[in-house]
């Protein structure tokens, strides 16, 4: 914003930066002023684009040697692992890196929730992050059912008949997504073909997601709008580049731990069987980031409004900055808000555990409590607690506190906590 | 600084909750267990094991367990039983397989060769389920990865052949087996002591055939496995040389900036 006047230094890249002005944007991605009080859960959003990008790149490799039909797709994975060269790698970077891409994108969301980005001037960013969400899900879903083991036929029968809950329309829908009258052939193709589109859409909606944050400027941990350029902003490069490569560093460690010593732990054993129509698993789970949201779906005893209830769960964090009435952001200066968050945060986690335990006795119980909790937080607690709620005193920028000092000492302490 | 640690203890808590908790949500029966060679970071085949693994699957599971996704040549292979290939060679050998058509469009039998998959012991999954009273044998090439609990559940398994308890009452065929789902198994008891022969000397007890046996299929199920922990070590040192190189570039540049990072 600050670089729409760059002139290249070469003639060349004048006479190219004036047809198309690449240059200035490169400028602008360096010179973007960032908060310099940024902390590390604020990192997530680079190693999420690096998520993407491996799922990509990885992807398009096992497209190469992956065969979309159900006699022999089963077959084209075991040939990966054994037979191509690095298949093993390849896949495994491919299966675990999505659920390093889910561990990432948690982390994303609940920090946006804890600092408030997600309110004025930053609602749409928020809302294409949670589209970007939901195509992750559709992508995710449809890519644990190209293996074509049990758990992925058994998985795709159990969310595609969701669809039948639909009065009147129900069983056309499932059976048009089907291609027939049951997951089949025509399913595992039409799933294979979209799991490959899903990515670009997504890699596009980043794309706005990012020219979405680079209007108002990133959030911050006190959650103040900031002057860009200030003395409280550095620029994105070097600063925010080298911080983000260094975590994104320490999360490849961990990625790496799963690909190469676990490489199986968050899969499900039995989708290491063939699929099979005739021999129903025991107990079908989806992949743990699905969890919480099979659990919301469970714990409605009625079909058609549990489906409601799951769709519901993330249609009501797209309106989410409504529903916070409070015009403050941070976390930090909201003491209720501070310790609902905490619950909020345990809810989902409860959620998730109940998603994989089997809808019955005590755990129906607590899924159930656990469900109308996490409608209570966002539609009851948030709109009221905005306008009760005493904040804190906010400090009017980043840097004078710490230099100057303020004229509460207590407000001193604190800030050295979150520069 | 205090952040960092923060945050590399966050990771490492994260990494350590996930892989027990899955774990221990994996091994809710106690199964036995054994000192498997690929265990553990550095875990690698036991030669050895996987040459008499191979030698028991042949004479003792082969006759109703196919291993589709396996070769001759992967007997030969780094990482796997390591036969010379002129062994792998004389096994191949020993089975026939069918080939064809040639000119005048007959199909014909040959020998094996080291490109060929293992000889299934049916033609088709109906055959095997009509000849083992209507259970299916799986096929056992994924069978480690394809059960929770993985090799301590095939070990067990082939360990835990019982007398059922008084007053159960077993049908013609079907056995009592403490760790199979639901108790009753139609795999009929494999192993008895000295069922096989060992080339290397080895004593053939039943816990040393389960143990040979399994150590193969852990290997049939993840022939990359030596490669995988061995590429694994090197990847992780590399990305713990180069992240602290960067932590100090990091703090270098942020010298510069009134704020911690």
Known sequence: MSNHNYVPSSKLGKWFNDRLPLLTLSAHLKEYPTPKNLNYWWTFGGILTFCLITQIITG?????????????????????????????????????????????????????????????????????????????????????????????????????????????????????????????????????????LLPFLILGLVILHIWALHVPGNNNPIGIELKKPSKDTVPFHPYIVIKDLFALLLFL??????????????????????????????????????????????????????????????????????????????????????????????????????????????????????????????????????????????????????????????????????? | ??????????????????????????????????????????????????????????????????????SYRNLAEKGGPEFSEEQAKAIAANFEVTDGPNDDGDMFTRPAKLSDKFVQPYRNVKEAMASNGGAYPPDMSVLVKARSGGADYIYSLLLGYEDPPSGTNLDDGVYYNKYMYGNNIKMPKPFMDGQV??????????????????????WSAEPHLEERHKIGFRAIIYLIVITILVYFSMKKIWSRVESEV
């Not at chain 1, 969400?133 to 036929?153: H, R």
């Not at chain 1, 976390?331 to 986690?349: E, N, S, T």
């Not at chain 2, 027990?20 to 994996?26: I, R």
């Not at chain 2, 022969?197 to 852990?218: P, S």
């Open chain 2, 1 to 70: 600084m205090k952040n960092i640690i923060k945050l590399i203890y966050f990771m490492f808590l994260s990494l350590i909750l996930l892989n027990n908790n899955l774990l221990a949500v994996e091994k809710k029966k106690e199964l036995l267990t054994s000192d498997w060679s690929f265990k553990g970071y550095f875990g690698k085949f036991d030669r050895g094991a996987l040459q008499r693994g191979y030698q028991v699957y042949t004479e003792v599971c082969a006759s109703c367990h196919s291993m589709k996704y396996l």
């Open chain 1, 253 to 419: 460690i961990v990625f790496a731990f799963f690909v190469f010593y676990s490489p199986n732990i968050l899969g499900h054993s039995d989708n290491y069987i063939e699929a099979n129509p005739m021999v129903t698993p025991a107990h079908i789970v989806p992949e743990w980031y699905l969890l919480p949201f099979y659990a919301i779906l469970r714990s409605v005893p009625d079909k058609l409004l549990g489906v409601v209830a799951m769709f519901a769960s993330i249609f009501i964090l797209v309106v989410l900055p409504w529903l916070d009435t409070s015009k403050i952001r941070s976390a930090i200066f909201r003491p209720i808000y501070k310790q609902l968050y905490w619950i909020l945060v345990l809810d989902v986690i409860i959620l998730g555990y109940m998603g994989a335990m089997p809808a019955e006795g005590t755990y129906l119980l607590i899924a159930r409590a656990a469900t109308a909790y996490y409608f209570i937080h966002f539609l009851i607690i948030l709109p009221i607690l905005g306008k009760k709620e005493k904040t804190l005193p906010v400090p009017p920028n980043i840097t004078d506190p710490v230099l100057g000092g303020s004229s509460n000492p207590q407000m001193v302490k604190k800030k050295e906590k979150y520069i």
């Open chain 2, 197 to 218: 022969e060992y080339n290397d000397g080895t004593e053939a007890t039943e816990q040393q055939m389960a143990k040979d046996v399994v150590t193969f299929l852990a």
């Open chain 1, 60 to 196: 398009v490799v096992l497209g190469m040697h992956y065969v979309a039909h159900a006699d022999f797709a089963f077959d084209s994975v075991e040939h990966i692992m054994r037979d191509v060269n690095y298949g093993w790698l390849i896949r495994y970077v491919h299966a675990n890196g999505a659920s390093m891409f889910f561990l990432a994108v948690y982390i994303h969301i609940f920090r946006a929730l804890y600092y408030g980005s997600y309110k004025s001037p930053r609602e749409v960013i928020w809302i294409i992050g949670m589209i970007i969400y939901l195509l992750m899900m559709m992508t995710a879903f449809m890519g644990y059912v190209l293996p074509w083991g049990q758990m992925s036929f058994w998985g795709a029968t159990v969310i595609t008949n969701l669809f039948s809950a639909i009065p009147f329309f129900g069983e056309g829908i499932t059976n048009w997504l089907w291609g027939g009258y049951a997951v089949d052939k025509p399913t595992l193709t039409r799933f294979f073909s979209l799991h490959y």
